[in-house]
């Protein structure tokens, strides 16, 4: 397969397979799965195959600019995609089977998703760009509403809010044109002035939304908690991040030249976006929907690394991108594992699921302690180096901004920290607390995609340098951000081998018994014990109740329970608002709708013989 077949396929093949899996009868869904199966991997055959030439084009608009074609940026974007549809391809195969699911419907949709994402992300043209771009949003929509009770409103939530984004994307690629007169992505960059601010702030607007950013966020939680458990992962988790902070990126660093006032505002939406998103991580009971938040969360990260401009916040936005699709991605799957055995995704129905799903414990351990930023994982080697991209900001005219985002992303990990000490408690450790908790246990589908990314988290932690940033990150990257990581950030070799040791000296005591049998006795409440004494679990949801109800956060929990800091309800009550005197003239009364034709046919005629 050469470059130019390589790429064609990247974007055909998932869709011409995607409308096979649509024609094939209902019977034959091992043959869907296979085929989606096949199709994933060669897509991620393909995107090697890209990523190892990084200069190809492809078609040519009326003899002049490229429409599709490939630099290192793309190139590393349009990898991450492929393997990440090839690991939620193998999940679904081994989840789906006990979900009332059509394969038909569902692996035509991914297929589809899949090969819009790869159009998007290897359009050298702005309207290919802005075709693709649009086009994801009907597979997502249709995934998402595969999903269980409430699927249809947060998808059409979905729908609405990345659809009213795609509108501006058209509004900023117009005026981006008009200003330079190219579609070419990959035109000389654009000094902030006149119309390309609004151009500028336009095409954020729409990366943003993509990637799930505050204000332009409340559509993630909610299809992350309703839709199935791949598509959850694949959609919110991996999918949007890499392809709303590919399109930041490109705005940031080929379309335009930030200037320090743009910068400051982007830094300030990724400081907002980490804190508020985390904060309401924090109360929420629904498992997939407390990770739905996280995934906003984290987004901040990513603008703050890259809003900064400086070498190491870039490497280190673009490297918590690829973190966070990794870990977010497998505590979604972990998540499903859970609800599969227990059949519940509400945190106060779970507990006890370690013993009983000690590889799922393990997997979401590992992913819970890398977007926590716990070192020598990888959540914290990128924040790390998103810190120091913001001190570096900070010296170089981002002026008393900085200590704002520091203080936010170090206090965001921090929060992130607290709100998954409530999860794996909650769910792994602790009494069990459904009576379904004997359902079915993952089978190796769902197994082998856990822990891949687990692994990964821990590999791209402790050779953070040697792997994914020597080897995938520098080389997507323009020549002015090749910097030597040397002498220039945390080094994770030593802190991972001092807690292997750690460990092993841990197991030896262990083993040699010095430690001795746990004590029981009855438990006294109220001064009372045994069959007087009645059982008491104090779980981990009840704890983290308190903190709706701290005087400097109730109010803001309150209204945040009311909907008042989400744009799709607030924009929900402005049209009722607006339409209610328009519905209070439709009566149905005929003499009413008699009358204003008649007003109507006056107007009208006063004008054309004025």
């Not at 990440?84 to 394969?103: A, C, N, Q, R």
């Not at 035509?108 to 359009?123: D, E, R, S, T």
């Not at 699709?325 to 779970?350: D, I, P």
């Not at 945390?490 to 841990?506: C, F, K, M, R, S």
């Amino acid at each position: 397969m050469n470059t130019q077949q390589a790429l064609l396929a990247a974007i055909a093949l998932p869709f011409a397979a995607g409308l096979v899996a649509w024609l094939l009868p209902r019977g034959l869904s091992k043959l869907t799965k296979l085929l989606s199966l096949i199709v994933s991997a060669l897509v991620m055959w393909a995107a090697i195959v890209l990523y190892r030439s990084q200069s190809v084009a492809l078609w040519h608009w009326n003899g002049g600019g490229v429409i599709f074609g490939l630099d290192n940026l793309s190139a590393f974007i349009l990898l991450g995609v492929a393997f990440f549809g090839v690991v939620m391809t193998i999940y679904s195969i081994g989840f789906l089977d006990d979900e009332k699911v059509s394969p038909r419907a569902y692996y035509a949709n991914f297929l589809c998703a899949l090969g819009a994402a790869c159009g998007a992300v290897l359009a050298r043209n702005m309207i290919a760009l802005l075709v693709f771009w649009g086009l994801m949003g009907i597979p997502f929509y249709l995934l998402i509403n595969l999903g269980r009770e409430g699927a249809d409103a947060a998808a059409k939530k979905t729908m609405i809010i990345l659809g009213g984004s795609d509108s501006l994307l058209i509004l900023g690629i117009a005026l981006l044109y008009h200003a330079t007169g190219s579609w070419d992505v990959l035109q000389p960059a654009v000094a902030l002035e006149g119309m390309s601010v609004i151009a500028c702030l336009c095409l954020a607007a729409a990366a943003f939304a993509k990637a799930g950013a505050i204000p332009l966020h409340s559509w993630a939680p909610d299809a992350g908690a309703t839709a199935p458990v791949p598509a959850a992962a694949f959609l919110p988790a991996s999918l949007d991040k890499l392809l709303g902070i590919y399109l930041f990126a490109r705005i940031s660093l080929d379309l335009f030249v930030l200037d320090t006032g743009m910068r400051g505002f982007f830094v300030l939406i990724g400081a907002v976006t980490v804190i508020g998103a985390v904060m309401a991580a924090l109360v929420q009971h629904n498992l997939r929907r407390l990770l739905g938040f996280h995934a906003v969360s984290q987004v901040g990260y990513m603008i703050l690394g890259i809003a900064t401009g400086t070498a190491i916040g870039v490497i280190g936005g673009l490297f918590h991108m690829l973190n966070n699709a990794l870990y977010k991605s497998c505590l979604f799957l972990t998540a499903g594992a859970a609800e599969r055995r227990t059949g519940t995704g509400e945190l106060e129905g779970m507990g006890g699921l370690a013993r009983a799903l000690p590889f799922t414990f393990a997997c979401a351990l590992i992913a819970a302690l890398a977007i926590s930023g716990i070192p020598p994982l990888n959540g914290f080697v990128s924040k790390w180096m998103i810190y120091q991209g913001i001190i570096e900001a900070g010296q170089h005219g981002l002026g008393p901004l900085w200590v704002i985002a520091l203080v936010a992303a170090m206090f965001g990990s921090t929060l992130t920290l607290a709100s998954f000490v409530k999860v794996l408690h909650s769910v792994f450790l602790g009494q069990p607390r459904s009576k379904a908790a004997t359902g079915r246990r993952p089978n190796l589908g769902m197994w082998a995609p856990m822990g891949l990314l687990a692994a990964l988290c821990l590999v791209f932690g402790v050779f953070a340098y040697a792997v994914p940033i020597k080897g995938l990150l520098l080389p997507a990257l323009p020549a002015h951000l090749q910097i030597s990581f040397e002498n220039a950030t945390w080094q994770p070799g030593l802190a991972a081998l001092l807690l292997l040791v750690a460990l092993v000296a841990g197991a030896v005591i262990y083993a040699l018994g010095t430690i001795k049998s746990i004590r029981e006795d009855d438990a006294y409440i109220g001064g009372e014990t045994g069959e007087r004494a009645a059982p008491y679990d104090y779980t981990g949801v009840q704890f983290y109740r308190t903190i709706e109800t701290l005087p400097a956060l109730d109010k803001l929990y309150r209204r945040a329970k009311e909907h008042c800091y989400d744009i799709y309800d607030l924009g929900h009550r402005l049209v009722d608002y607006i339409g209610a005197p328009l519905r209070a003239l439709h009566s149905g009364l005929l003499l009413t709708y008699v009358a204003w034709c008649v007003l109507g046919l006056v107007v009208l005629l006063w004008f054309l013989v004025r």
